[in-house]
């Protein structure tokens, strides 16, 4: 899992310096890394992904309400949350991931537009999408899926460990 990694590397770190013997656990990193890439590119490219995610929880989040349940936290079109749920999102996930690759690969790069990227998204108003991305919808980009479209596996587990970190104390 996740986290689980990134405590593989904590404890290795502590026991150890980084040698061969962690080539496994660098690559495990570097997949998780791949997985989260977006979030430490340009803004601009960060935000756009985000922006198809948060569409992805958007529709997910029109099927709970349409089935009668109760809606996931940051899953609600009428109630946008964006700059927040990125915020909690870069804090909780991607922050700890990339601060685990600069430990073992001495690359800082990543972690630092990781940062920044967070302090946009921190900085931001919460309830409007950026002109740039107000710019895709307009010329027909990444238009809003229908409430039908369904949310994968992978987001829902994603927003369940958002809403689960914005949860704890």
């Known amino acids: 899992s996740h986290f689980a990694i990134i405590d593989r590397v904590k404890h290795r770190l502590a026991v150890a310096p980084f040698d061969r013997s962690c080539a496994t656990l660098l690559l495990d990193v570097i997949i998780?890394?791949?997985d989260f890439s977006n979030a430490a590119r340009p803004f601009p490219i960060a935000e756009r992904w985000s922006q198809s995610l948060?569409?992805?929880f958007y529709c997910q989040g029109e099927e709970e309400r349409q089935h009668g349940l109760p809606i996931t936290n940051f899953?609600?079109?009428t109630n946008p949350q964006v700059s927040k749920s990125?915020?909690?999102f870069y804090k909780a996930i991607?922050?700890?991931l990339f601060q685990a690759f600069t430990s073992l690969s001495h690359d800082k790069s990543f972690e630092d537009q990781v940062q920044s990227n967070l302090e946009r998204w921190e900085a931001m108003p919460n309830a409007q999408p950026s002109p740039s991305l107000r710019w895709f919808h307009k010329y027909g980009v990444g238009e809003p899926a229908t409430?039908?479209?369904s949310a994968s596996a992978s987001t829902a587990a994603a927003a369940?460990?958002?809403t689960a970190a914005a949860s704890t104390p």
Do not use: I, T, Y
Request: charged residues 25%; hydrophobic residues 50%.
């Open 160 to 162: 369940a460990a958002a």
């Open 54 to 56: 948060l569409e992805e």
């Open 75 to 77: 899953m609600d079109r």
């Open 32 to 34: 998780k890394c791949a």
């Open 94 to 96: 991607v922050a700890p």
């Open 86 to 88: 990125q915020s909690v």
């Open 147 to 149: 409430a039908s479209a």
